[in-house]
């Protein structure tokens, strides 16, 4: 019978030896990924790898504290920014320039934070919509950060080791993406994480029992912005170049679709829902290739669209998945991994 009889049986990491097993075979099948991928679905795992990062960062927020949040684009672009200037400008490595991008985030979701105490709701996510579109402004209109014609980010190199091809820069994305995860997993497992969820469920009541308001909501920001800084630092370099046109408002409601999408609430989501929004974007990138349907939708778009309309057929089909998703399965694909388990559990009684 699994039954927890201490505190620490609550927080390992691996509480049973089949689930070490398993996780033995995952990294096993990381490792081996790029052997049996190539360079292009390795560059499809980066792009996952590093918008799970911002989900589960975002999740912390919106998931567990009930925060809402469209800004996260904002500190995004300040972790790319700050890590293309501190190893391409500066000449520092990236394992300096990955952890100051996300502490430089931090500071900004801290300062976020702070007025935002007091907003719930649509006035919260106003604020932190405005927060995103601020910062994208304000680098667009500074020279030395490249203003709208962005900046190129230089390949990284860690010691002698030149990480060139998306097959190498694989490993250290992984690495920091498992790393993350494993800590965001413990994190809502603590004293802090039950404070977020106290918060989430009811501030009145958290307060009433000891629970700081001021600091576990700033405290959420911070992290948040954190994990969403390193991720910027990660997205740098796998695309080569950067604008202020890679972190615009869709950008933030594309990541808040990762986290509903997946499961508010869930880390397991998070990852499940940036999977699943990632290959859609890429996927119906070139929707009029689409088996099928592709030539169907082409005829749609050019007879009711405008000139540029293809262009956001995508937008719409993502759109409409997330929004059945939300419909059908509140809980989202984690929902739905629940109920499965729950069904095979029991059958076939």
Request: proline share 3%.
């Amino acid at each position: 019978m699994d039954m927890k009889r201490d505190y620490y049986e609550d927080i390992q990491m691996l509480p049973s030896a089949w689930e070490g097993f398993w996780f033995v075979v995952l990294l096993a099948a990381l490792a081996l990924f790029p052997l049996l991928g190539g360079n292009y679905y390795c560059y499809l795992a980066n792009l996952i790898a590093i918008n799970a990062i911002v989900a589960i960062g975002l999740n912390l927020l919106v998931g567990y504290t009930g925060q809402v949040s469209l800004g996260h684009a904002g500190f995004f672009a300040i972790g790319a920014y700050t890590s293309a200037m501190l190893y391409g400008k500066y000449g520092l490595s990236i394992l300096i320039a990955l952890p100051a991008a996300g502490f430089t985030a931090a500071l900004f979701g801290f300062l976020l934070g702070l007025p935002c105490l007091r907003l719930e709701g649509p006035y919260l996510t106003i604020a932190t919509m405005g927060f995103g579109m601020t910062v994208t402004q304000t680098i667009g209109h500074w020279s030395f950060l490249g203003g709208r014609m962005g900046i190129n980010t230089p390949k990284l190199q860690i010691l002698s080791w030149q990480l060139s091809k998306d097959t190498e820069i694989y490993y250290l994305i992984i690495a920091v993406a498992v790393l993350m995860t494993i800590g965001a997993r413990n994190l809502v497992r603590t004293r802090v994480g039950r404070a977020l969820v106290a918060i989430r469920d009811s501030d009145i009541a958290a307060s009433t029992t000891g629970v700081n308001l001021t600091y576990y909501k700033t405290l959420a920001f911070a992290v948040s912005a954190f994990y969403t800084g390193v991720a910027g630092a990660l997205f740098a370099p796998v695309l080569g170049f950067i604008s202020p046109e890679n972190f615009n408002l869709i950008t933030s409601i594309v990541f808040l679709g990762m986290v509903v999408v997946g499961g508010l609430g869930s880390i397991f989501g998070s990852i499940a829902g940036a999977a699943l929004m990632t290959i859609l974007q890429i996927q119906l990138s070139a929707v009029q290739d689409l088996w099928l349907i592709g030539p169907l939708i082409s005829s749609i778009s050019t007879r009711w669209f405008n000139v540029g309309g293809m262009a956001n057929v995508s937008n719409i089909i993502i759109g409409s998945i997330m929004v059945a998703i939300v419909i059908f399965e509140p809980m989202g694909i984690n929902g739905l991994y629940l109920r499965s388990k729950r069904f095979f559990k029991s059958w076939p009684f």
